[in-house]
């Protein structure tokens, strides 16, 4: 019997792609979980510096206040001329370093970091389950950072309204505080597509056997970290917007009738409600704590028992 | 514990309870660190020694499970007891004060003779509270523009004041003295030195000095009507806050 000679459909596992030939590919947009995962390593870790920075003039500040740091009057003419620090530039201080830390330290690394890395290591999966969506989500993050660094250098400076931005405060800041908005957005879409990557992977690919109960407590925890952001991030969201529109489209969502600033009334005040930015705020601020400990936690129950040679227990 | 000094009724209860709660966690903590040193160092590594498995102590771990919940449910219950006092029941007859804070100051109204607040014999002040000693004072806090925090640390008073709410809090000043009113709720660049006074005076010196402040007053009005700028003078900029608490009343 002759057969016709049939080009074989390749049938790859789920998240089993070609090696990469290029050094662009095997570096920079790569698809590697473990890649990315050191690019989200690195890139924690060069914003970690950055916060590490603005908390070091705080204290500087604290220390010595009125001191001048006279390359600072180079580097910020605006928030430190001369080197002298003014008010609203040790505010922005602090809400940066608080804002870069949790959001763009933190998070990137125990999640987007260990998360890429460990979690198809620890459940026998090839890759994670959409290594696209996984270059995306790294990608996206890198210009959240560009937008939050940029707003060092805009008029007026970087958002001064602590890191929960409580309205009306952040609705009548200067420009940086936009800034701030756009860049919490951009980072929260790139949170958003790892939460969907993690959650899919975890429950989709695990290796034959493997069941939730049986599956190491590093990835539980970084399960429900992903389970907490795709829950609470869209409400941040949300509010990121709400707050946008306050501030550029004319909208009132947080902004009562007769709101007078500096002796003079705010054009669009009216029918807002101040509270619903700190309910918004923290239904995604809560779960927020749990987002940022949760992994570590996982991390520690996994080393613990290595060292103390016996298996956990609770 | 070095707390600040009590100028008000109820700022033993509010101590009390902190103190309880200190001692109760403060135990705790010793106890958890002291035993954490201690399985360090008495199960520590030695040759020839292998470790025994365990499933864990069912019995142990409802007892930790139990006994902070019932901490929990006390401090619960006392609590309750001392939020009513201080948050739910407000006194009768007593001293009605108006706040209203703005970007950096604290807008103080009186109501004068008529015991009515949006009057002409209404006394204002910048930063300066007086209140008689021994009488419970409602104060009704509010704000003109950002968020602020009405932070009496001495009375163990500390109430948000948010734009378009009116927040009525009482305390009542126990002793004779002058403390510092602080914003604890980062409200912009001037926020460090958003500072006011509070006096607590005997009953003759409170009146004394409120009649002082209307007389003060009156003798300001016809020269700040006449300059009728933008500009605002302390008298003049109580107006805004008035349309805010009348505006933000009705929605």
Not at chain 1, 299 to 304: A, N
Not at chain 2, 147 to 156: D, G, K, Q, T
Not at chain 2, 166 to 177: A, D, M, Q
Request: net charge neutral; charged share 15%; proline share 7%.
């Amino acid at each position: 019997m002759s057969t016709v000679a049939k080009p074989r459909e390749v049938h790859h596992a789920p998240g089993v792609h070609a090696a990469p030939t290029s050094f662009w590919r095997k570096y920079i947009f790569s698809l590697d979980h473990k890649v990315i995962g050191k690019q989200y390593l690195f890139y924690a870790l060069f914003m970690l510096v950055i916060g590490g920075v603005l908390a070091t003039l705080v204290r500087y500040q604290l220390a010595w206040p009125g001191r001048p740091l006279p390359f600072m009057g180079k580097i910020a003419p605006d928030g430190m001329p001369g080197g002298v620090m003014l008010p609203e530039y040790y505010n922005s201080l602090f809400t940066m370093h608080a804002t870069i830390m949790i959001f763009f330290a933190i998070m990137p690394i125990l999640i987007g970091a260990f998360g890429n890395f460990v979690i198809p290591i620890q459940i026998g999966a090839r890759d994670m389950a959409f290594p696209k969506l996984n270059m995306m989500s790294f990608w996206v993050a890198v210009p959240a950072a560009v937008v939050i660094i940029w707003s060092f250098f805009v008029t007026g400076g970087a958002a001064a309204g602590g890191w929960t931005s409580y309205a009306p405060l952040s609705a009548i800041q200067p420009k940086g505080q936009t800034l701030w908005l756009i860049s919490l957005l951009i980072l929260g879409l790139s949170s958003l597509l790892s939460a969907v990557n993690f959650l899919t992977t975890i429950i989709n690919m695990r290796a034959p056997g493997l069941t939730f109960f049986r599956m190491p407590l590093t990835t539980w925890a970084l399960f429900i970290t992903a389970l907490l952001l795709l829950l609470a991030l869209p409400v941040l969201s949300a509010a990121l917007i709400m707050l946008l529109f306050d501030r550029t489209l004319g909208t009132t969502f947080f902004l009562p009738a007769g709101l007078v600033v500096s002796g003079q009334p705010w054009p669009n005040a009216g029918g807002g409600q101040v509270l619903l930015w700190q309910h918004l705020f923290w239904f995604f601020g809560h779960p927020e704590v749990y987002i940022m400990i949760l992994p570590a936690m996982g991390i520690t129950s996994e080393i613990l028992p290595v060292f103390a040679r016996k298996p956990i227990f609770g | 514990m070095r707390l600040p000094e009590q100028a008000s009724t109820y700022a033993p209860d509010i101590d009390n309870m902190f103190h309880l709660i200190m001692w109760i966690t403060g135990v705790i903590f010793v106890i958890v660190e002291l035993l954490l040193l201690f399985f360090l160092w008495r199960y520590r590594h030695r040759p020839g020694r292998v470790a025994t498995y365990t499933h864990g102590n069912n019995r142990l771990e409802v007892i930790w499970t139990i006994i902070p919940a019932l901490i929990c449910v006390m401090l619960a219950l006392l609590s309750r007891r001392i939020w009513d006092h201080i948050k739910e029941n407000m006194p009768h007859d007593a001293v009605e004060i108006q706040v209203t804070a703005e970007q950096f100051a604290w807008n103080i109204r009186y109501p004068g003779p008529d015991g009515k607040f949006g009057t002409a014999d209404d006394v204002t002040t910048l930063n300066q509270l007086h209140v008689p000693v021994g009488k419970p004072v409602i104060v009704t806090v509010t704000s003109k523009d950002v968020i602020h925090s009405f932070f009496l640390p001495e009375f163990r008073v500390k109430q948000d004041a948010v734009p378009g709410m009116h927040t009525r809090i009482w305390f009542e000043g126990n002793k004779v003295g002058h403390w510092e009113i602080a914003c604890a709720e980062l409200c912009g660049l001037g926020h460090f030195r958003m500072k006011g006074f509070i006096t607590v005076d005997t009953q003759e010196d409170y009146q004394k000095w409120l009649a002082e402040q209307a007389a003060a007053q009156t003798a300001e009005a016809p020269a700040a009507a006449a300059a009728a700028a933008p500009a605002p003078a302390p008298a003049t900029a109580a107006d805004p806050a008035k349309t805010v608490a009348e505006k933000g009343g009705s929605s």
